[in-house]
């Protein structure tokens, strides 16, 4: 069943076009990433799906039900966590979650009851008398998603949900995230870390400039590199000065980054290694070491969209995504 | 859903954050009661403590209402708190009810701080206390209105002082309370009579002291239409600026 469908849905401020009719459907139970640079519009579009932002065109359904006019009704069956923990400072843990919880009409008893369930859950119970400006910043995520769990919503909408956190909190973030499903909730994740998107979700969509470029599931989407062949050298010495050599010596072949000491090449042919040995060692650069790539969603993403992955991170943190290769 | 748990929920919050904090009473009480007392000191005729309660009641409300409202709405958008409550299932208007409504209970308890302490000073018999109520809760609403039009129309902390500053200064000297209207220059008169004050405080004039100048009923519509103003034109920019 579809929970969220959305419609040749549009935002545009002043001429700019920041979402241009993007189309896609959540189903119950799942959880759909929606994956792009910054700017892409990832946060216009959870914004016209929650009611934090006027729809320009297009139209969204929850459960059926059109609320692209009037979204109260349907606020009242989402829960939204936002890039930034946007809970009350001089109000500690515990009193942040009933205060949410109030603000979806829930009784006292009942939310007192469903917070020290969250805070036990996700782990904050001993912090729940702090005050929330005391809490580290993966505490405060933490807290902001069980914020947005407090009134037990059809689905969850998480913005970015381990941007600049630490590793070992993000780590946990993602384990309550993968928690939440197993029991069930629906989640809609944004992100720009494309292996965390890869772990976490069953459906991805590909966003870039206000577009759905390309939407699936991670199979279906790991099924445009097959037939890739990837290969990642390490030199003896720097490729950058040979690199045009390389291009006009293997012309069949796509250098994907080229820095330094390594170099990834692809190419979409089968092909033996041993030429290129001898090329590299011809021009003093010894072969140190050559290993086979396993085709990710970073070479589909790469290739859908054009974006070096490198370039994305560095537009937006300063943490690299969960096992991404090298150090941004 | 029970819209009734949140919007007193975001009431209580408030309160208990915001209104019931020092900068709060300090803004609310003493800057009023320092300025009369100045007018008190410099006026060249005796006053009666009687002629000066409203005028401090008024500024009492007024300067209570606007600075604090106007800081935190704005402090909370900066915190993008303000955020979790748009995007609770409540309509727009109960919103900012919920948001007004602690500052308009502090204006109406701040009115009758001033009258506490005239109580001990001189005899309070015969003043319409009925009107006075009417009067105090209406410029309570109409000041607290212009706090929300100053916050939705401001992005920086600062810049709601500023503006706050903007409004109430001007209302201090045109609104009749220590110059009368009639001893206004005739080309200012018309601002006067553009300001919510003047018609508040006027009713409080004539109900403490029987010399107001405007029809009673006159000056509670005025009233009246300056809230309904001030709260639609508030929440037509909230849609337009904060829903984007």
């Given at each position: ?328 | ?26 803004w609310g009480l003493i800057f009023p009661v320092a300025w009369t007392l100045m007018f008190f ?6 006053v009666e403590v009687r002629d000066l309660l409203p005028g401090v009641m008024a500024l009492s409300i007024l300067f209570g209402t606007t600075s ?35 500052a308009i209970?502090f204006g109406v308890i701040n009115a009758f701080v001033p009258v506490i302490f005239a ?5 309070l018999?015969?003043i319409n206390w009925?009107m006075v109520l009417a009067s105090v809760v209406l410029i309570a609403i109409t000041s607290t209105f212009l706090g ?16 706050s500053n903007?409004f109430r200064f001007p209302m201090l000297f045109l609104c009749g309370l220590f110059i009368p209207l ?10 006067s009579y553009a300001l919510p004050l003047t018609y508040g405080a006027d009713i409080l004039k004539t109900a403490v002291s029987q010399n107001g100048v405007i029809?009673v009923?006159?000056s509670f519509?005025a009233l009246?239409?300056f809230s ?17």
């Amino acid at each position: 069943m579809k929970i969220i469908e959305a419609e040749n849905l549009k935002k545009q401020y002043n001429g700019f076009k920041a979402v241009d009719g993007v189309n896609f459907y959540i189903k119950r139970g799942e959880i759909f990433g929606l994956l792009g640079p910054n700017g892409a519009g990832k946060t216009t579009t959870i914004n016209m799906l929650t009611g934090l932002g006027h729809i320009t065109a297009g139209s969204v359904k929850l459960m059926g039900e059109d609320y692209t006019r009037n979204a109260i009704k349907a606020q009242a069956l989402m829960g939204i966590v936002p890039d930034e923990s946007n809970l009350y400072e001089e109000l500690n843990g515990r009193e942040n979650l009933l205060f949410c919880g109030a603000l979806y009409g829930m009784d006292k008893k009942q939310r007192e009851k469903r917070a020290d369930l969250l805070l036990t859950q996700f782990g904050l119970q001993e912090a729940a008398g702090k005050p929330f400006k005391a809490y580290s910043k993966g505490m405060k995520r933490k807290l902001t998603i069980a914020a947005g769990l407090i009134h037990e919503p059809e689905i969850l909408f998480l913005d970015e949900p381990t941007t600049g956190i630490d590793v070992a909190f993000a780590r946990q973030i993602r384990n309550l995230i993968k928690d939440l499903h197993k029991k069930g909730t629906t989640i809609f994740l944004t992100t720009h870390y494309i292996e965390e998107a890869e772990r976490l979700c069953e459906r991805i969509a590909f966003i870039v400039k206000g577009k759905i470029v390309r939407e699936g599931t991670v199979v279906e989407l790991m099924q445009e590199t097959q037939g890739e062949n990837i290969i990642d050298f390490t030199l003896g010495g720097d490729f950058s000065a040979i690199q045009k050599d390389f291009q006009n010596s293997f012309p069949g072949f796509k250098i994907i980054s080229g820095e330094n000491n390594s170099v990834s090449i692809q190419s979409s042919t089968s092909f033996t290694l041993l030429p290129l040995v001898k090329f590299f060692e011809e021009r003093n650069l010894p072969v140190f070491e050559a290993k086979i790539v396993r085709p990710s969603l970073e070479e589909v993403f790469v290739n859908v969209t054009g974006i070096e992955l490198q370039k994305m991170q560095n537009d937006q943190s300063i943490r690299p995504g969960p096992g991404q290769k090298g150090s941004v | 859903m029970k819209p009734w748990i949140a919007f007193s929920n975001i009431l209580m919050k408030d309160m208990r954050s915001y209104y019931l904090k020092p900068p709060n009473i300090s803004w609310g009480l003493i800057f009023p009661v320092a300025w009369t007392l100045m007018f008190f000191l410099r006026s060249p005729v005796a006053v009666e403590v009687r002629d000066l309660l409203p005028g401090v009641m008024a500024l009492s409300i007024l300067f209570g209402t606007t600075s604090m409202l106007a800081v935190t709405i704005t402090f909370e958008r900066k915190s993008r708190s303000f955020e979790r409550l748009l995007l609770a299932p409540i309509s727009l208007n109960l919103l900012m009810l919920a948001k007004t409504a602690g500052a308009i209970i502090f204006g109406v308890i701040n009115a009758f701080v001033p009258v506490i302490f005239a109580a001990f000073l001189t005899s309070l018999s015969g003043i319409n206390w009925l009107m006075v109520l009417a009067s105090v809760v209406l410029i309570a609403i109409t000041s607290t209105f212009l706090g929300l039009f100053i916050a939705v129309s401001v992005t920086q902390v600062f810049e709601a002082q500023t503006f706050s500053n903007f409004f109430r200064f001007p209302m201090l000297f045109l609104c009749g309370l220590f110059i009368p209207l009639s001893d206004l220059p005739s080309f200012i008169r018309p601002v006067s009579y553009a300001l919510p004050l003047t018609y508040g405080a006027d009713i409080l004039k004539t109900a403490v002291s029987q010399n107001g100048v405007i029809a009673v009923p006159l000056s509670f519509f005025a009233l009246v239409l300056f809230s309904g103003f001030l709260f639609a034109y508030s929440i037509y920019n909230v849609n337009r600026k904060w829903i984007l």
